[in-house]
C-alpha cells in the first residue's frame, strides 16, 4: 500500500463510485425483471377476479369438502393429521386425505378474520402465483429469459391453470411446490450453492404430500441425477439420492397413516379411486384408457384450441440443441416432466378423468411447451424479437387465445351450477337450531355444498362414503325411506332439497322418489316449499 495521500485519496474515491454504479445497477429494475413483475400482475388479475364467489361452480363438490376441513380445523380440532368432513353425521368423520395445506392455512385466516368462504381460493390463488414465478425460473434455466416470459404468460392465461389456482382445492399448492423444489434443484444440478438441495427437497416433498400425483415432477430430479452418475459425478449423486430416499420416507409415512385412518372410522373413505389395479388392466384398455373425455376435457373446458395448437408446436418444435452438455441436459426437463405425468396419468386415468383438477401436474410443461409454441410464432421469418412485426404477431396469439379460449372456457367453468345447493344451505342455516342435524340434496346428487353451507354436521342423501355409491339415487322408495329412517334413528333433524336435484342418471329426486315426499309428508313438518326448495323437519322417534 503506498503511502501517497493523494493517490489514496483518488483510489478511495475510484473504489466509492465504482460501489456506487453497484448498487444503482442492484436497485435498477432489469427489463426481464420488470417483464416477470407485469407476468404475475396478470396472474393476479386473472385469478383474483371474482374470488368472492361462492363454491358452488363446477368443482364445488370437491371445493366444499375441502372448506369442511378447514372448518374442522378451527372448529374442532387443530390436529393436521386428522382431516374430517362434515357430510357424514355428527361424526368424528375422520378420512384418508392429502396432507391438508391448503385446508389448513385457510383455518388459520378463519381463526384471525373470522369465516368466509372464498379465503380458500385466496389462499390457492396466492400459490398459483407461486407457480408462475417458480415456472418463470425453470423455464429461463432450461431454455432462455424470452422462452420463461412467454411460457409464464402462457400459464398465467391459461384457461385450466386459471380456473384450478383459484379454487379451494389441493392442487394448487402441490404445483407451486413441486415446481419450486425442481426450480430449487435445477438451480443446485447447475452449480449453485448447497443449501439449495434441502430446500428443494422439503419444497418437493410438501408438494407430494399436498397431491400425490405431484410425484411426477420427481423424475426431472431423478434425470438429473442420473446425468451425474453417468458423468462419474457420484458424490453428488450420491447426496441426491439420500435425500430423495428421506423425501420418499417421509410421504410413504404420511400416506400410509392416511390409509390407516381413512379405513379405521366410518364412512371408511380413502380419497381417490379409478386406479388401474383396482380396475384391471382391460377396463382401462377397453375404454381407450380414457381418452375421449381427456379430449372434451380439453376442448371445451381446459385450454381450447388456441392454446392446443401452441402446445402442439412447442412440443414438436423445441429450442435448437446448445453445445454445453450441461445446457442440453437442462433443456430436456420438460419432456421428462411430460413423460412422468403422462405414466401417472395411465395409472389413474378414470381418476383424473372424473376429477380433472389433477390434469395441474401436467401445466408446467404444457406452458413451457405453449410458451415455445407462441414464440416460433411471433418470430416466424423475422429480424429481432422485438421487432414490430414480432410484437404485432404476439399481440394477435394473445388476443386469440384470450377470446377464443381463455375468457368463454373460464366463464363457463365459473359458472354457479350449484347455486340452488347454497340456497338450500342457507336456509337450512335459518331454519336449524344450535346442534341441529340436516340431510341435504344439493342439484348434484352427493354434492355436500347444501350441508356446508347449513353451518350443521349431517349427511348428503342418500348417504355415502367409503364404497357405497352416493351420487345415484336408489332404486325404489322401500329403500330410499328405509335409509331415512335410519339417519333420523342417528339424529337428522332436518331434511330439504333443491328441487332441481338429479343424479347422476339425471333422474330427478321429486319425480324418481315421489314416494318418499309422500311419506315426508305425512311423518314430517313442511317448513319451506318454494319454486326452488323442499325443506321438512322431521320429526324424532
Known amino acids: 500500500m503506498t503511502d501517497d495521500p493523494e493517490l489514496n485519496q483518488a483510489e478511495g474515491q475510484q473504489y466509492l463510485q ?28 386473472f385469478r383474483f377476479h371474482n374470488i368472492t364467489l361462492p363454491l358452488v361452480d363446477a368443482f364445488s363438490w370437491r371445493e366444499v369438502s375441502t372448506a369442511m376441513m378447514a372448518d374442522n380445523f378451527q372448529q374442532r380440532s387443530w390436529n393436521i393429521f386428522f382431516p374430517e ?15 391438508q395445506i391448503v385446508s389448513y392455512l385457510t383455518a388459520l385466516l378463519y381463526q384471525l378474520f373470522g369465516w368466509h368462504d372464498w379465503f380458500g381460493r ?82 418437493f416433498s410438501l408438494g407430494v404430500l399436498a397431491k400425490p400425483p405431484g410425484l411426477a415432477a420427481g423424475a426431472v430430479i431423478f434425470y438429473l441425477m442420473v446425468s451425474w452418475v453417468l458423468e462419474k459425478k457420484r458424490k453428488q449423486a450420491a447426496k441426491v439420492f439420500l435425500s430423495g430416499l428421506l423425501s420418499l420416507a417421509i410421504i410413504g409415512a404420511y400416506f400410509s397413516w392416511a ?84 405414466v401417472i396419468y395411465l395409472a389413474a386415468a378414470r381418476e383424473i378423468t372424473s376429477n380433472p383438477w389433477n390434469y395441474h401436474i401436467f401445466h408446467v410443461p404444457f406452458a413451457m411447451f405453449c410458451g415455445r409454441g407462441a414464440f ?6 423475422s429480424g429481432p424479437v422485438l421487432s414490430p412485426a414480432v410484437v404485432l404477431r404476439a399481440i394477435c396469439i394473445a388476443a ?4 377464443w379460449s381463455t375468457f368463454p372456457l373460464v366463464r363457463t367453468m365459473k359458472t354457479p351450477i350449484a347455486m340452488n345447493g347454497k340456497l338450500l344451505g342457507d336456509e337450512l342455516a335459518r331454519l336449524a337450531q344450535p ?47 328405509a335409509q331415512l329412517e335410519e339417519l333420523r334413528a342417528q339424529g337428522a333433524d332436518l331434511f330439504g332439497t333443491a328441487k332441481n336435484a338429479a343424479d347422476k342418471q339425471d333422474r330427478l329426486f321429486l319425480e324418481h322418489h315421489d314416494g318418499v315426499i309422500d311419506y315426508l309428508d305425512k311423518t314430517a313438518t313442511k317448513l319451506v316449499d318454494s319454486d326452488d326448495l323442499l325443506v321438512y323437519r322431521i320429526s324424532r322417534p
Not at 85 to 99: A, D, I, L, N
Not at 153 to 174: E, G, K, Q, T, V
Not at 293 to 308: E, R
Open 18 to 45: 465504482s460501489s456506487d454504479r453497484e448498487m444503482a445497477a442492484r436497485s435498477t429494475l432489469s427489463p426481464n425483471m420488470a417483464i416477470l413483475l407485469g407476468i404475475l400482475f396478470i396472474a393476479v388479475v
Open 85 to 99: 368432513v362434515s357430510w357424514t353425521g355428527p361424526g368424528p368423520s375422520y378420512q384418508g386425505r392429502e396432507f
Open 122 to 203: 385466496m389462499v390457492a390463488a396466492f400459490f398459483g402465483l407461486v407457480t408462475v414465478f417458480s415456472l418463470h425460473r425453470l423455464t429461463a434455466i432450461c431454455w432462455d429469459e424470452t422462452h420463461a416470459h412467454a411460457a409464464a404468460l402462457a400459464y398465467a392465461l391459461m384457461p385450466a391453470a386459471i380456473m384450478i389456482d383459484s379454487s379451494f382445492l389441493p392442487d394448487p399448492a402441490m404445483l407451486a411446490l413441486v415446481t419450486l423444489g425442481v426450480w430449487l434443484f435445477a438451480k443446485y444440478w447447475a452449480g449453485g450453492s448447497g443449501w439449495l438441495l434441502p430446500l428443494a427437497t422439503a419444497s
Open 259 to 342: 390409509i390407516y385412518l381413512g379405513r379405521s372410522y366410518p364412512p371408511f373413505h380413502v380419497a381417490g379411486s379409478g386406479y388401474i389395479w383396482d380396475s384391471g388392466f382391460w377396463t382401462f384398455f377397453r375404454n381407450s384408457f380414457y381418452f375421449k373425455s381427456v379430449w372434451n376435457t380439453s376442448v371445451w373446458w381446459f385450454y381450447g384450441y388456441p392454446f392446443m395448437v401452441l402446445i402442439a408446436i412447442g412440443f414438436w418444435l423445441p429450442p435448437r440443441p446448445v453445445e454445453a452438455p450441461k445446457q442440453r441436459t437442462l433443456s430436456a426437463i420438460p419432456y421428462v416432466w411430460l413423460a412422468a405425468a403422462i
Open 376 to 381: 416460433l410464432l411471433a418470430t416466424l421469418a
Open 400 to 403: 386469440v387465445t384470450l377470446v
Open 435 to 481: 346442534g341441529d342435524l340436516v340431510v341435504a340434496i344439493a342439484p348434484e346428487v352427493g354434492d355436500p355444498v347444501a350441508v356446508y353451507y347449513s353451518r350443521a354436521r349431517g349427511w348428503v342423501f342418500p348417504p355415502g362414503g367409503g364404497d357405497v355409491e352416493w351420487s345415484k339415487f336408489v332404486a325404489d322408495d322401500a329403500t330410499a325411506i
